[in-house]
């Protein structure tokens, strides 16, 4: 009977879980230490990552910021590709893609932050962007939301 119940609540959980995009098809994780610690290693190669949703993108649900401990990653889909809830902040998530490595030049780095700022209902300074910059995300092409 135990094994019964437990069976009945691991289906329910499996197919409680929603699923966006592709979905999942790697079968492990990599940590978020690992990938942000030797990012050159993952560049251009399919990874999937767990965490906790720290934050959605608030116009389109586009992106979501996945942290675990004192690491995180963004996950960027094509707009309107994907739309995550943007009420999914504190969800724990499973989502893999591409890793990709991003280079931008200073007007490229100002353009970014003026970006992130408006979608964020922030004032923007373009005065404090001296340089350019190197950032690491995920072109996601699916995740699971685990709770």
Known sequence: MRILL??????AALFGAEKFGKGLTLKEA???ATLLTTPGDYVDKMVQVKGKIAEVCQLMGCWLQIQDGD???RLKVKDGEILFP????GR???????FKK???N???AVAWAKHEAEERGQTFDASKIKSGMTMYQIQGT???LLD
């Open 102 to 104: 991003i280079d931008l």
């Open 30 to 32: 990599t940590p978020l």
């Open 71 to 73: 690491k995180a990653v």
């Open 142 to 144: 699916g995740a699971v």
């Open 106 to 108: 200073q007007t490229q």
């Open 86 to 89: 943007k009420n999914g902040a």
């Open 6 to 11: 437990l069976l009945s609540l691991s289906v």
């Open 92 to 98: 724990k998530v499973a989502a893999e893609g591409v």
